[in-house]
């Protein structure tokens, strides 16, 4: 059930996040060390925000400068195309070369290197500044805007400072929040009025009200203020900006606002807040609101500040992330699901760098660039492809550098770039090789192996191909399959006895194969189909020649029978032949090898339950076998003891093959699924079954490398990460559980 070969120097494209600054809603600022001048503080501010958390949704820019989004998407706020809801990063369509993004309510922008500003989403209140209301599935250029260096989206309304130290406002403004003098929304933008013509460094969007940070420290504020966010000692909304009062001569240096409060961080390092306070989100110790800033309790050497919807949270200079305020999601991410009114470290993270917040949800970046998430999921938009809470963080997206992916009948193995192996899924039979027996929802290395170059999954044991030609084997061992001349089962991998010179291996659901680099065959394990080829139906606990095979090239085994393809491009086949797996024309078991009848130029093949493939030179697919779901893909149910052709498949690179369904993974990288489909394992968006090839659709063009299990689906993406589908009962999609099946791809997840 091996995927298709991906060379050992194909580097994987992660998404490698640096962050250096974002301002807005639910947004953080990174800040100079504690006692930087404030020259220094405000020449930092000219950084780029990388990720971005919004209401419902989240944005990340990658080092290429394309810009990628995750969570709800009604209103087109992902930039997709589309208004599908993601649990997973999709690129943003048309952008690139971007340099900032900020996510608002249900709207998204991003500053382009060319200082231009890019918009998409909700746009009922002129939020995108494209000129219009009408809603925008991809982006469009905002109008009137140049030399932009950073952008703010609020809830429904959006902020900007030129390179000339100018602010510039536009959409909703029912309540002075454009900072304009009226309350007209405005559909392009417009000037910030009362802050001079030059000096803004920064701009902070909240919901219904607006922050900016001049050069010289100071912090003004227009808009809502009715619970004393805009910091001014009053509840007075204001039409024009007015200066926060009481911070003080250290000058501030970094500033963020949620819904209705406020966060400033100063030179000193320390942190204030105030506004609204009715879940502890200020950090003084109270929930009494503040209309003008107190100091955050037992906090310093602050180096980045984010504000939540009704939360907020800083990063310290030794790398350790705070966080107070509403917790019933745990976006506090300290375990608990109790509000804390000062703050509360972060549990399990270390060396962050950046943080961002959003609606009842936090995300982090760590020194490694992986970006972690915690709290509210409910429209997938921590991006770790489940939908439920998390009181404490979560790897984004984890499992990635991956080369090739096995599934055995509940259980799942990813080989990685580095050479080792992950596995998840049922562990009953120690079947995942990470010295337990416990069901694993999420990947776990398998322990002690280093320098793998293949992996092959049976039915409860797994195989591992190292780069000395040894093999190794885990799980069941009651029939020998483990080739360790017992029968006993294994929690940690153990060498195959007397094989060297191994250059793959292939997994039944109780015995293996090895082919060895001078073109001979060896098997092990159970044989009571004859699958050994050994001429009996004795059972090995070490591996055996099989018999009368020379110049093979390829091996797959079935559940009980075997192939291999010659170096002539025939196949032979043998074991159990009830439903004419063997494809030799009849349903004669055989415990010698046999030939396949009709079929020349095949290049690979795989085996299922009780069917076969093959692909040959010419990219064509052919099947033989059990055909009762239309596992044969050639339009019927009927069964075959001889090839028939896969309909409408050309191109083919390489195929898997389930207990009742088959996969192909073609040269344009589609992937193709036909079969069972009960638990969705074809991945087309139904649990119905089909007799002829359906595309994954959501797929794309991007597979790299393809397997099945008995019930389940795994597919390698082109940037390395692991997309699974169909039944999960023992956590074979390694998606944390969260779903019994699905019926489309979800991510599978590293921590």
């Not at 109270?286 to 939360?311: I, M």
Request: a negative charge; proline letters at 2%; aromatic letters at 6%.
């Amino acid at each position: 059930m091996q995927g298709r070969y991906v060379g050992w120097m194909k580097k994987i494209l992660g998404a490698c996040l640096g962050l250096w600054l974002v301002v807005g809603c639910g947004q953080p600022m990174d800040v100079p060390e504690e006692g930087a001048s404030l020259d220094t503080a405000h020449s930092s501010l000219q950084g780029r925000a990388r990720i971005s958390a919004g209401t419902h949704h989240a944005l990340a820019l990658r080092p290429d400068g394309t810009v990628w989004a995750v969570g709800t998407n009604s209103y087109g706020e992902l930039g997709d195309g589309t208004t599908i809801q993601r649990i997973a990063p999709v690129q943003v369509q048309g952008l690139e070369d971007v340099v900032s993004v900020s996510a608002g309510g249900h709207f998204s922008l991003a500053v382009r290197a060319d200082g231009t500003v890019w918009a998409w989403g909700y746009n009922i209140y002129g939020q995108l500044g494209d000129g219009t209301i009408t809603r925008r599935l991809v982006p469009v250029q905002v109008q009137g805007l140049s030399d932009v260096v950073s952008v703010s989206a609020g809830y429904n309304h959006a902020l900007a400072v030129r390179a000339d130290g100018t602010a510039w406002a536009w959409g909703f403004n029912t309540f002075n929040q454009l900072g304009d003098g009226t309350t007209t929304k405005r559909t392009v933008p417009v000037p910030v009025q009362g802050l001079g013509s030059t000096g803004v460094v920064a701009v902070a969007a909240g919901t219904s009200h607006s922050l900016a940070l001049r050069s010289d420290g100071t912090v003004w504020g227009w808009g809502a203020n009715s619970s004393g966010q805009l910091g001014d000692g009053t509840t007075t909304r204001r039409i024009m900006p007015v200066q926060v009062q009481g911070l003080g001569s250290n000058g501030v240096i970094a500033l963020a606002t949620g819904n209705s409060h406020a966060l400033a961080v100063r030179a000193n390092g320390t942190v204030w807040a105030w506004g609204s306070n009715d879940y502890g989100q200020v950090g003084d110790g109270t929930t009494s609101n503040r209309t003008l800033p107190a100091q955050v309790q037992g906090l310093s050497g602050v180096q980045a500040v984010a504000a939540g919807d009704s939360h907020s949270l800083v990063l310290r200079s030794n790398g350790t992330v705070w966080a107070w305020g509403e917790n019933f999601a745990g976006e506090l991410g300290d375990g608990t699901g109790t509000n804390s009114s000062v703050p509360v470290q972060v549990q399990g993270l270390s060396g962050a760098m950046a943080v961002a917040a959003g609606d009842n949800f936090s995300l982090a970046v760590r020194a490694d660039s992986t970006v972690w998430a915690w709290g509210s999921n409910e429209y997938g938009k921590r991006g770790d492809g489940t939908l439920y809470h998390r009181t404490e963080p979560v790897q984004v997206q984890g499992l990635s550098d991956v080369l090739a992916v096995e599934a055995g009948d509940n259980h799942s193995v990813a080989l990685r770039e580095d050479g080792t192996v992950w596995t998840w899924g049922s562990n009953g039979s120690n079947q995942l090789g990470d010295g337990t027996a416990t069901r694993r929802s999420v990947p776990v290395q398998v322990q002690g192996l280093s320098g793998v170059v293949a992996v092959a999954a049976g039915g409860v044991h797994t195989l591992a191909l190292r780069n000395d030609g040894t093999v190794w084997a885990w799980g069941a061992g009651a029939f020998g399959q483990l080739g360790d001349g017992t029968n006993l089962y294994r929690s940690v991998p153990v060498q195959v006895q007397g094989l060297s010179g191994v250059v793959a291996v292939a997994a039944g659901h109780s015995h293996s194969l090895a082919l060895r680099s001078d073109g001979t065959l060896w098997a092990w394990g159970i044989n009571d189909g004859g699958q050994l080829g050994s001429g009996n139906y004795l059972r090995r606990n070490v591996a055996a020649q099989v018999q009368g095979l020379s110049g093979v090239v390829a091996v797959a085994a079935g559940d009980a029978h075997s192939l291999v393809v010659l170096s002539n491009g025939t196949v032979r086949t043998w074991g159990y032949n009830f439903y004419g797996q063997l494809g030799d024309g009849t349903t004669t078991t055989r415990t010698v090898p046999t030939q396949v009848q009709g079929l020349s130029g095949v290049v690979s093949l795989k085996a299922g339950g009780s069917h076969s493939l093959a692909v040959r030179s010419d990219g064509t697919v052919w099947a033989w076998g059990l055909n009762s779901s239309g596992q044969l893909g050639d339009g019927t149910t009927t069964w075959r003891s001889a090839p028939v052709q896969v309909q409408g498949l050309s191109g083919v690179e390489a195929v898997a093959v389930g207990e009742n369904h088959s996969l192909a993974i073609l040269a344009d990288g589609t992937v193709w699924n036909w079969g069972l489909n009960s638990f969705g394992q074809l991945g087309d968006g139904t649990t119905t079954s089909r007799s002829a090839p359906v595309q994954v659709q959501a797929l794309g063009m991007s597979g790299e490398s393809v397997a099945t299990g008995g019930t389940h689906s795994l597919v390698v993406h082109e940037d390395g990460t692991v997309w699974a589908w169909g039944t999960n009962s023992a956590g074979q999609l390694g998606n944390g559980g969260i779903t019994m099946y699905a019926t489309a791809p979800i991510p599978s997840l590293l921590y």
